[in-house]
């Protein structure tokens, strides 16, 4: 690789930026141009949010850094309101428009690195181009919506779509203190979730007086002077609103690879492989117009997430300048948010993945708190844990809670990457003392369980788990299960645990049995001594009427 290596970068933000300055750390003498056809460069997307909420109170808190920057210190070439228009690989050349005197130009190339990002999706629905009508991407979509909320004091928001830029909104809509519906087409808020995970937030945001609508998309919205004032859905109903904001995903931006002649992926996403390299191995393609190596099933998939992104920059501006890297890591998609005080996240697999890949899966939830129950400030914490079901190795897992959502994830994010099992996570030595954790970490809980389904100990059912045909054990107190009966459960026999050896009796051994309480920690001890007694076949309702609740509501 020639010392003065030409490098040309597409697009500023998470990938492109990343890429720029990686390539230069590594090669002093590179000439490295970075092209951005918008005003900004190396700024906090994912900020965003929080800026216009007021959480972020500054905008400049928002720029990473500045094209000044960039040349002082990286002698980076940045281009702002530079557009390329076309690629042409055979003359290795970029074609650029000037945005702000409309001059034109080639830009000749070694190394070409493309990190042009995706676009909001936007549903060709008449009044969707109205004033009100919002999309967030990029500092310009932010200061329109900040200055909307500032100058006009909406009445009322509809947020379309309830993924995590949706939610997030939500959030800081509320915030500022404007009413706000949550409109998704699916039947549970973070679809990404499986649904009784996902419960939580939906709980939050409706405690918050978000007014919640699920399992219905828009169909249309109306206006008047180029104003929308309502947003009807498909199922007839119809929301007033003076601020639309939509965030139904994004589609990778692969104009400029296709034109190039670059091979795309099933996923629709620039094909690349573990070095970021396209079909011509002279261009690059890194974050969510590329595609990435899905770790869990192998699969080439969109993941359009920053770590990722800032990941594969970093791998393609190193490979661009010096010709080696390190092979980018297979991407897990981890990803978490918080919503009116409650967060959820996952790593890996959710059950729809594992199904949808035709993995086998098994999986166990425990329903604990986020530090040693007796500490002051303790808060509930759900985590879902996957695990392939003969050898145990970690599939994914998804949390949700308050506080301590992020350690439970990254622990077993960490734990995938590695190709842990579930008796690996149980033998975690983790970080203890009663204000951070547990000594038996809600991580190790689950993994506790699932080692006992693999050591044949106990079986789980599944929280939405149709319940005919089995005898189920409410091991609960009597208040309790008055309080709240397990829901679509019918011949439930009630038995307190501490009464439970006592009056074995009342149960017929020969029958299918399910135990379950409150959350599932008596209920193991249920199936267990079910299953010492000569029960025949014992199981374990996994969160019991917590998780059931939410999966049957959901
Ligand atoms: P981007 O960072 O979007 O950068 C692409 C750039 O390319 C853009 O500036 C664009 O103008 C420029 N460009 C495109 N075409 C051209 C062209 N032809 N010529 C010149 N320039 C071009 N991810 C998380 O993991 N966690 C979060 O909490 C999170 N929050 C988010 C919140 C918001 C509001 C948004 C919008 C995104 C969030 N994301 C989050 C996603 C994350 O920001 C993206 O995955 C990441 O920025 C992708 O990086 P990228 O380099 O591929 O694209």
Redesign the pocket.
Known sequence: MGSGTRIVI?????????AATRARRINEDAEIIL????H??S???????YYIGGEIEEREALLVTTPARLWERFRIDVRVR????GVDPRRRTVS?LERDTGRRYDECYDKLI???????IVPPLAGIDAANVFT???LE??DRIKTAIDAERPRRAVVVGAG??GL??VEQLLEREVPTSLVELQDQVLPPLDAEMARPLEEALVAHGVDVRLGSGIAGLASTGGRVTAVELENGERIEADLVLL?IG?RP?T??AEQAGLALGASGGIRTNEFQQTSEPDIYA?????EVHFGPTGQALR????????R??RTAGEHAASGRAAPAAPVLG????RCLGCTAGLTGLTVRQAERAGLEWASVTVVGRHHAGYYPGAKPLTLKLLYEPREGRVLGAQVAGSEGVDKRLDVIATGLALGATVRDLAGLDLAYAPPFGAAKDPVHMAAFAACNDLDGLVRFLQPDADLAGFQVLDVRSPDEVAAQPLPGATKVVAIPLDELRDRLEELDPTLPTVTSCASGQRAYVAARILTQRGFREVYDLTGSLTLRSRALRA
């Open positions: 597409v697009g500023g933000v998470a990938g492109g930026a990343s092209l951005e056809k918008d900004d460069v700024f906090a997307n994912c900020g965003l949010p530079h557009e390329a228009l650029v493309l990190a042009t990002g995706a676009a909001p967030l991407r990029n979509d932010t995590f830029i997030e909104m965030g994004v931006c104009g400029l890194v974050g969510d117009s590329a993941i359009p997430l920053a770590g990722p992104a800032n594969a920059g981890t990803a978490i948010v």
